[in-house]
Nanobody, 118 residues
Framework: QVQLVESGGGLLQPGGSLRLSCAAS????????LRWHRQTPGKERELVAA???????NYADSVKGRFTISRDNAKNTVYLQMNSLKPEDTAVYYC????????????WGQGTQVTVSS
């Protein structure tokens, strides 16, 4: 069964750090472009960070310098290290794996809640 499972979300105070993990099963991540998105109620899902199969990364302006996306192909897992968290980072975070040209393979996790509040 093809699946992406996120973990690591939680409640923490502003300025704190958290690492999200997204483990794949049923397929291997090494040829996929991997992304983290987030969504809050009433808003569209937004791209937070992305990493290519070659390891190139890009980030939303709002998280540059604070968040780091990485991948461990041996563990079939993608991570999002989040530092200096702010209340506006509160959201459900989703991982996404996508590959293909003529046929697109596109998988999403179920999401993990991150709440930043004092």
């Amino acid at each position: 069964q093809v699946q992406l499972v996120e973990s690591g979300g939680g409640l923490l105070q502003p300025g704190g750090s958290l690492r999200l993990s997204c483990a794949a099963s049923g397929f291997t991540l090494n040829t996929y472009r991997l992304r983290w998105h987030r969504q809050t109620p009433g808003k569209e899902r937004e791209l937070v960070a992305a990493i290519t199969s070659a390891g190139g990364t890009n980030y939303a302006d709002s998280v540059k310098g604070r968040f780091t996306i990485s991948r461990d192909n041996a563990k079939n897992t993608v991570y999002l290290q989040m530092n200096s968290l702010k209340p506006e980072d509160t959201a459900v975070y989703y991982c996404n794996a996508r590959t293909g040209v003529a046929i697109i393979y596109d998988y999403w996790g179920q999401g993990t809640q991150v709440t930043v509040s004092s």
